[in-house]
């Protein structure tokens, strides 16, 4: 071994400086009552991409006990090979096993990115990982990028109190580190056509690694909100004007079949539940309709929500920035504007017959300036949000 690499393999200060000895994406393949989590498939999806980029491989890196035949699963959403660590200590998540074994590995691989779910298990196992190879770490990410020239990966997250969108680097050291939240990228399309290679590793952390012991496991039996398998989600905010006229919201996502989203204001203010919540502090969804009614538009906000297919926004302010990202807006009095869509709803799905009071003039495209104006926004007229 050359001098100069024995010395960095023996100086902590010194590892992740010699950038090129660092190839590869590698996936924290996080298990979720008894398969890979929904995150961890959708950021296989974002690591090919990357990889492609790079011109190198994806891994999948899962840890447990009698879950190793869970490693094929990851094959269709682009992994070329899953690293398997199968022992009785890795069977509930703890820190310390599961940063033993992934900075064992990681050390004698050396991997150029490592990404992991902004899921609980996720958050704790990458500032632990990162802290002990001494590199950075992005958390809470919004979007994933690949400088091919300096092999940078560029990950963008809101910052400053979510006022602006910060993309940030990790030029310095490697492995370049982030996390992501569920439902912030796309589910890619599984290919079950697509082969891999699986790895079994004989590495078993020391029973002395596990300071903790995970005694039960109880799932949380809170309010039954599902937003992040919604198909529709009636979100309101400060414009709705108090929580009474939340039950406007309810009723349309009622005809809908959808839920209640709400922003981090009202959450605040104490007009619904914490479990309500969208955006950067709340929940990331990705629903095929979105209605933002008396939202204006935040980035931290809009960093919940701009994933959905099609986004609805009502709003009394026609310079609203929900409006930029918005499919279609509708200009107007949300307490008029949100009974109207309703009775409307309700009457072409069959659910009731509707009635015509002058507020239903609220969606009339010919309606005079004091009602509501629908329109199509610039981003639905350029194809996107």
Same mark, same amino acid.
């Given at each position: 071994?050359?001098? =100069?690499?024995?010395?960095?393999?023996?100086?902590?200060?010194?590892?992740?400086?010699?950038?090129?000895?660092?190839?590869?994406?590698? !996936?924290? @393949?996080?298990?979720?009552?008894?398969?890979?989590?929904?995150?961890?498939?959708?950021?296989?999806? +974002?690591?090919?991409?990357?990889?492609?980029?790079?011109?190198?491989?994806?891994?999948?890196?899962?840890? $447990?006990?009698?879950?190793?035949?869970?490693?094929?699963?990851?094959?269709?959403? $682009?992994? &070329?090979?899953?690293?398997?660590?199968?022992?009785?200590?890795?069977?509930?998540?703890?820190?310390?096993?599961?940063?033993?074994?992934?900075?064992?590995?990681?050390?004698?691989?050396?991997?150029?990115?490592?990404?992991?779910?902004?899921?609980?298990?996720?958050?704790?196992? +990458?500032?632990? *990982?990162?802290?002990?190879?001494?590199?950075?770490?992005?958390?809470?990410?919004?979007?994933?990028?690949? &400088?091919?020239?300096?092999?940078?990966?560029?990950?963008?997250?809101?910052?400053?109190? $979510?006022?602006?969108?910060?993309?940030?680097?990790?030029?310095? %050291?490697?492995?370049?580190? /982030?996390?992501?939240?569920?439902?912030?990228? #796309?589910?890619? +399309?599984?290919?079950?056509?697509?082969?891999?290679?699986?790895?079994?590793? &004989?590495?078993?952390?020391?029973?002395?690694?596990?300071?903790?012991?995970?005694?039960?496991?109880?799932?949380?039996?809170?309010? &039954? !909100?599902? @937003?992040?398998?919604?198909?529709?989600?009636?979100?309101?905010?400060?414009?709705?004007?108090?929580?009474?006229?939340?039950?406007?919201?309810?009723?349309? =996502?009622?005809?809908? $079949?959808?839920?209640?989203?709400?922003?981090?204001?009202?959450?605040? /203010?104490?007009?619904?539940?914490?479990? %309500?919540?969208?955006?950067?502090?709340?929940?990331?969804?990705?629903?095929? !309709?979105?209605?933002? !009614?008396?939202?204006?538009?935040?980035?931290? %906000? *809009?960093?919940?929500?701009?994933?959905?297919?099609?986004?609805?926004?009502?709003?009394?302010?026609?310079?609203? #920035?929900?409006?930029?990202?918005?499919?279609?807006?509708?200009?107007?009095?949300?307490?008029?504007?949100?009974?109207?869509?309703?009775?409307?709803?309700?009457?072409?799905?069959?659910?009731?017959?509707?009635?015509?009071?002058?507020?239903?003039?609220?969606?009339?495209?010919? =309606?005079?300036?004091?009602?509501?104006? =629908?329109?199509?926004?610039?981003?639905?007229?350029?194809?996107?949000?």
């Amino acid at each position: 071994m050359p001098e =100069a690499q024995a010395a960095q393999n023996h100086d902590p200060a010194a590892q992740g400086r010699n950038l090129d000895e660092y190839r590869g994406v590698w !996936v924290f @393949l996080e298990v979720d009552r008894g398969a890979i989590a929904r995150v961890s498939l959708e950021l296989l999806g +974002a690591a090919r991409r990357l990889a492609d980029a790079l011109g190198t491989q994806v891994s999948g890196v899962l840890l $447990g006990h009698g879950t190793g035949h869970l490693a094929d699963g990851a094959f269709a959403y $682009g992994a &070329d090979q899953v690293y398997v660590f199968d022992a009785p200590i890795y069977a509930d998540y703890r820190t310390e096993p599961y940063m033993d074994a992934f900075v064992h590995l990681a050390r004698e691989k050396k991997p150029e990115i490592i990404l992991l779910g902004a899921t609980t298990t996720g958050r704790d196992l +990458a500032s632990a *990982v990162a802290t002990e190879l001494l590199t950075g770490l992005t958390a809470d990410c919004t979007e994933l990028d690949i &400088d091919k020239d300096k092999r940078l990966l560029l990950a963008t997250r809101p910052a400053l109190g $979510g006022n602006i969108m910060a993309t940030i680097v990790c030029d310095q %050291h490697r492995p370049q580190m /982030a996390t992501v939240r569920p439902r912030v990228l #796309p589910m890619p +399309a599984p290919d079950p056509n697509r082969r891999g290679q699986v790895v079994h590793l &004989d590495y078993v952390s020391s029973p002395s690694t596990a300071i903790t012991e995970v005694l039960k496991v109880v799932r949380d039996s809170g309010e &039954d !909100v599902n @937003l992040e398998e919604a198909p529709v989600i009636v979100a309101g905010g400060r414009g709705m004007g108090n929580a009474k006229n939340f039950e406007l919201l309810r009723e349309l =996502a009622d005809v809908l $079949g959808g839920e209640v989203g709400a922003s981090r204001s009202v959450v605040d /203010a104490g007009w619904i539940s914490a479990a %309500h919540q969208v955006g950067q502090t709340g929940l990331t969804v990705r629903p095929k !309709v979105y209605f933002a !009614v008396g939202i204006s538009g935040a980035i931290q %906000h *809009v960093a919940g929500m701009q994933g959905s297919d099609i986004i609805v926004a009502i709003n009394k302010d026609p310079q609203a #920035p929900i409006f930029k990202i918005a499919t279609y807006g509708i200009v107007g009095d949300a307490l008029q504007v949100v009974p109207a869509l309703t009775r409307a709803f309700r009457a072409a799905l069959g659910k009731g017959t509707a009635e015509e009071p002058a507020a239903s003039t609220a969606v009339s495209s010919a =309606a005079p300036a004091s009602a509501a104006t =629908a329109q199509s926004t610039p981003a639905a007229q350029e194809g996107g949000k």
